[in-house]
């Protein structure tokens, strides 16, 4: 029986149902305390003095932690790589703060107590003195003469210059282009809220640490904090039990797991802290955040020539773990999207501001490129009078492998078959119908379409282990991670279908760095691609070495493998099974698999919106996708992931927006109270259709779709508001203000 290719439901959903998963809320450990985080009310200021006599005093408290108890301690560095022009500048980030402050919200100090409420009542007694500096939040500002300097190493705020392309090739293209378009669009910095907070609870035994927390990819959680430690790496053991979502932001180092290893070990207790919302849109990494100059070349006949692009990324006020890859590394991959264009040529300013750090949010640095080049293609198409399909066919890849202009190649795809099934299913031929029953209506009706391409891989190669227990089950070890895609689920169909075994023969086991031996975990839509690969060869593996002990226990010179069994060849009713087989040697098998190929999801996402031009709301209509995800393990989980991903899209170009007080650098958006995230009510039916060109990238032919709908959804929608009120642009989130006041300077130019 097959299993690839099957939807099943979710093996996990049983114990999220009924109550008996295991969040890190929901555990507890004998002799447990609790940990209060103590945080800066100013966006910059100098600490002079930090009392903590009364919190010390208070019943129950047992410890205050400042940075001088943690002064012998290593800084928090970011590993990511990114070949700037200069030598990135990453500044010393302690775990609580030192002599200074440079966000709302930084670390100053961390309260241990016997309960929860104890210690966040000491908490309100730690008594801090600032002398408050000027701050600057955005990107722009910061590089400005004159403005706020966060780091005394760092000055004009500029942490790098990142450029990649032909500069010259592209000034050529512009010089000889028929048409030239140029935008200056914003990607709005985004608040991510999972449903599940950050926490964790730490403890040390025995010289020993163990750390679980609400987090992924712990295998290099570890790695950054035995550097902090300055310990072997057996000697800390991360554990991520069931996780609340993460969609990026929790791959990163964050203060608080240090601060809980260190009161762990100096206490010899265990240590538990869980943030609040409040505090977690406080102290938890951003998405996104950057401003761009982008222009289009193009010649008479509506060919793409060149893209230039420059972009000022706003970094926040610390470099997080995977925060300057998001604007450097991840979008060069993605630039110029699945279109042919010969010269490209990108510009990137990382600059740091009085803000929260940003880190990879979901796509990372590809959501703002498919929305640049989106936004340019359909500007050129109404300055050129070419109907928006037509122009996107006539420029996008169709013979492959493809090069693109700054290195990456594309393997496979059938970009324009996508646009036509996608403009097929949305009616647009209908729409100038729809669109006259607005206009009776007094409303406004818009139609925007957009293609997206997706560079998925994430870190390169993965890990795999298959282990025969003693029940009869076999677990699988891979060292990607779940934050609620169906991991479990979607693991044991690939071995079912390879083995010939039922599903539930199979037990999925990842985030637990003393169990499973590596991983690069979560990101980049790299589970199926990288984990599945992995998965893959080692089960390959494991049947290698398993065929000739098989071979011997037959007193056979040749078997084959079929449905969970080997046979001598030619009598199959002499047979033995693969467990069985397991029974009488060692099968366990472990592969590391070196992939560093990338693998390109891509597909055409068209958004119907209507709109009230007397107050600037938006209704979206419709949506309809046509995605390309290559195979697909378990169609009914993927498309599960395309309508999370698309809903988080829609919030970002309608609803998401991230306000903070240019003078005082306060969060303004602090709360769910004053930061929309979308609700049902905000979102149309899905029409939504996979489909599927298999990648030889790896062996399951699979492309990844954790990402494309965020990746997606933002320029369609966007695009859509453009064609109803008729303006060349406007800017997320696409508030009923923001759309009014766009339809009134277009009657009052």
């Known amino acids: 029986m097959a299993y690839i290719g099957q939807s099943r439901l979710r093996t996990e959903d049983r114990r999220f149902l009924t109550g008996t998963g295991q969040f890190v809320e929901d555990m507890d450990l004998p002799g447990q305390v609790w940990g209060q985080v103590v945080r800066s009310p100013h966006a910059h200021a100098i600490i002079r003095q930090i009392d903590a006599a009364a919190a010390r005093a208070m019943s129950g408290v047992l410890a205050v932690y400042t940075h001088d108890d943690i002064a012998g301690l290593g800084l928090m560095d970011c ?49 801090v003195v600032y002398d408050p500096l000027p701050c600057v939040v955005d990107g722009i500002a910061a590089m400005q003469p004159g403005a706020p300097t966060l780091w ?59 750390l679980t927390i609400s987090a992924a990819s712990v295998h290099a959680i570890r790695d950054m904090l035995v550097d902090v430690f300055g310990i072997e790496k057996h000697r800390l053991r991360v554990i991520a039990p069931d996780v609340g979502g993460g969609f990026g932001i929790k791959n990163a180092l964050y203060p608080e797991w240090i601060l809980l290893l260190f009161a762990a070990r100096e206490l010899g207790r265990p240590v538990k802290w869980i943030a609040e919302r409040a505090e977690d849109f406080n102290g938890t990494a951003q998405g996104r955040d950057n401003v761009t ?29 995977g925060g300057p890859g998001s604007s450097t590394n991840a979008p060069a991959n993605a630039m110029g999207s699945g279109y042919v264009i010969p010269a490209i040529f990108m510009d990137v300013h990382g600059v740091f501001t009085n803000t929260l750090p940003i880190e990879a949010y979901r796509g990372a640095g590809k959501p703002e490129v498919n929305y640049m080049i989106e936004r340019l293609v359909d500007l050129a198409a109404r300055r050129l009078m070419i109907d928006p399909v037509e122009l996107r ?29 996608a403009v097929q299913r949305a009616d647009r031929a209908g729409f100038a119908a729809r669109r006259a ?19 998925a891989r994430g870190a390169p190669n993965e890990g795999a282990e298959i282990s025969f227990e003693p029940d009869g089950h076999i677990a699988l070890l891979v060292g990607t991670q779940s934050n ?17 075994l039922p599903p539930d023969t199979f037990r999925y086991v990842q985030g637990d760095t003393g169990i499973v031996q590596a991983g690069n975990g979560h990101g980049g839509a790299r589970s199926m691609h990288m984990g599945g690969a992995a998965l893959v060869k080692t089960i390959n593996t494991m049947l290698d070495k398993a065929r000739p002990i098989a071979a011997r226990l037959l007193q056979a010179q040749s078997v084959d493998y079929a449905n969970g069994r080997f046979s001598v060849t030619g009598e199959p009713d002499r047979a033995i099974a693969l467990l069985d087989v397991a029974g009488a040697e060692n099968l366990d098998t472990y592969v590391w698999n070196m992939l560093d190929l990338i693998t390109f999801p891509n597909g055409c996402h068209i958004a119907e919106v209507e709109v009230d031009p007397e107050t600037g709301h938006v209704v979206l209509e419709r949506y309809t996708a046509v995605d390309d995800f290559g195979t697909l393990i378990n169609p009914m989980l993927a498309l599960g992931q395309i309508h999370g991903g698309v809903a988080q899209g829609i919030g970002q170009a309608m609803l998401e927006h991230t306000v903070y007080d240019p003078n005082s650098g306060q969060l303004l958006s602090g709360s769910l109270m004053d930061y929309a995230l979308p609700r049902a009510d905000d979102l149309p039916d899905f029409n939504i259709a996979l489909t599927g060109v298999p990648t030889n990238a790896n ?51």
Not at 80 to 93: D, F, H, I, N, S
Not at 100 to 118: C, Y
């Open 79 to 127: 590993p990511t790589q990114v070949a700037t022009l200069e030598p990135m500048k990453v500044p010393p980030r302690p775990a609580l703060a030192h002599r200074r402050v440079r966000h709302v919200g930084d670390p100053v100090a961390f309260v241990v107590a016997e309960t929860r409420i104890a210690a966040r009542d000491a908490a309100e007694l730690v008594e």
């Open 152 to 210: 005394d190493e760092v000055p004009g705020n500029l942490s790098y210059r990142f450029q990649k392309g032909d500069s010259a090739a592209v000034s050529a293209a512009f010089a000889s282009a028929a048409h030239a378009i140029e935008l200056e669009l914003v990607n709005n910095r985004l608040i991510i809220a999972p449903t599940e907070t950050r926490g964790g609870i730490a403890r040390y035994a025995d010289g020993g640490f163990e």
């Open 293 to 321: 100059k982008a222009r289009l070349a193009l010649d008479a006949q509506g060919h793409f020539l060149a893209l230039d692009v420059s972009t000022v990324a706003n970094l926040g006020a610390y470099m997080s773990s």
């Open 393 to 421: 066919r006539r420029n996008l890849v169709s013979a492959f492998p493809y090069r693109k202009a700054l290195g990456t190649v594309i393997d496979c795809g059938v970009f324009a078959a996508n646009i036509d099934s």
């Open 437 to 455: 029953v607005s206009q009776a209506a007094g409303r406004l009706r818009g139609l925007g379409i957009s293609c997206f391409l997706e560079t």
């Open 484 to 500: 609620g895609m169906g991991h479990e689920t979607t693991y044991s169909q690939i071995a079912a279908d390879l083995l010939g």
């Open 699 to 749: 062996p399951l032919g699979v492309k990844g779709a954790g990402q494309a709908g965020a990746i997606a959804a933002p320029q369609a929608v966007v695009l859509a508001v453009i064609d109803a009120i008729g303006v060349d642009t406007i800017d997320m989130p696409l508030t009923p203000e923001r759309v009014w006041r766009a339809i009134d300077n277009g009657k009052h130019p």
